[in-house]
């Protein structure tokens, strides 16, 4: 699960479809995703990439054009070999021709699981299919794992927030921000506690399983706060971190307590309380994570850029 949608896309000439790649990006941008685009000007690393998409599975749609230059295959046989070794990951092939004459060419080649477009209808197909995609992240275990995997992530990047902060501070705050992870901890003793209070620095801290995402976003928010004052540039990112309880933290737990039912509108997410999950709930919620993440990463390069001044 993944906040970003990777698309391999073959084509020699990419400023013709440019109108075609920002329809995409501003459809996936208002599902709350992020376009990653790999360009490939010929078919020459094919079997390159074929490996590392059986390895990683990096790809969710690959699209193809027809005509990618004098030497190269033409998309058809690209096509043909991407089904081979990519699995069931989604096609999209295009040309200038007939929507008609690339399904024969589609059909001569025996490839299965490929959709068919004319250049100029290239930008809708591309929206229609990223409806598709967010219905299928738009059901409950799916945006459960996003939010876990999210979350995780955030953990360590919070993490290192606060080795950023701690070495910017002067003994006596560095002592008070190891002695309040510590009353956090404490406050929160469970099986981990035997272990953690073993520690004697700040990296064996940050590193232990009794900071959980809750104390480890206070620590953080501590942190920052800590050091804004001689790092100003961070100020307008701490004010993104101190919503990230409400927006990130609680909604994920919210979600391990909610139901999905059938209707007969379709599936129907729903609170203990009865009120209802929605699709524009669901886009918020993966636009606060990324809004997050990118913050976190956005603040971790001021308190970097900071250090070296």
């Known amino acids: 699960m993944r906040l970003d949608f990777k698309v391999l896309w073959f084509e020699n000439q990419m400023d013709g479809v440019q109108h075609a790649v920002r329809g995409l990006r501003h459809e996936l941008i208002r599902h709350g995703l992020s376009l990653e685009l790999d360009q490939q000007a010929d078919a020459s690393r094919l079997e390159e990439l074929s490996r590392h998409q059986e390895m990683f599975h990096d790809y969710d749609l ?3 054009d027809w005509d990618l230059g004098e030497g190269q295959p033409k998309g058809d046989e690209v ?5 081979n070794s990519f699995g069931f990951t989604d096609i999209i092939f295009y040309s200038g021709k007939a929507t008609d004459s690339l ?7 025996a490839i299965d699981g490929v959709y068919c477009a004319r250049r100029p209808e290239l930008r809708s197909k591309l929206i229609e299919h990223v409806a598709h ?4 992240l738009s059901r409950l275990e799916a945006m459960r794992g996003l939010a876990v995997v999210s979350a995780g992530r955030a953990d ?3 993490r290192d927030l606060v080795r950023l902060a701690h070495d910017r501070m002067d003994h006596e705050s560095k002592t008070g921000l190891i002695a309040n992870i510590d009353k956090r901890v404490a406050g929160a003793a469970g099986s981990h ?3 953690y209070s073993k520690l004697t620095d700040i990296e064996g801290r940050l590193g232990s399983r009794a900071l959980n995402s809750a104390i480890l976003y206070e620590t953080a928010l501590l942190a920052v706060g800590g050091v804004s004052d001689a790092v100003p540039a961070c100020k ?6 101190q919503t990230y309880l ?3 933290i609680q909604p994920r737990n919210a979600l391990g307590h909610i139901v999905e039912t059938r209707d007969v509108d379709g599936w129907v997410i729903s609170y203990a309380n009865g009120r209802h999950l929605t699709k524009d709930g669901l886009t918020k919620m993966r636009k606060d994570l990324a809004r997050h993440l990118d913050n976190f990463s956005n603040l971790a390069n001021v308190l970097t850029a900071g250090g070296e001044a």
């Open 193 to 195: 506690a035997k272990a």
């Open 133 to 136: 995609v967010v219905e299928r």
């Open 236 to 241: 307008p990112g701490l004010e993104v971190l």
């Open 103 to 109: 399904r024969d060419m589609v059909k001569k080649q």
């Open 79 to 83: 096509a043909r070999q991407i089904r």
């Open 156 to 158: 360590d990047l919070m």
């Open 62 to 64: 690959v699209v193809v």
């Open 246 to 248: 409400v927006e990130v």
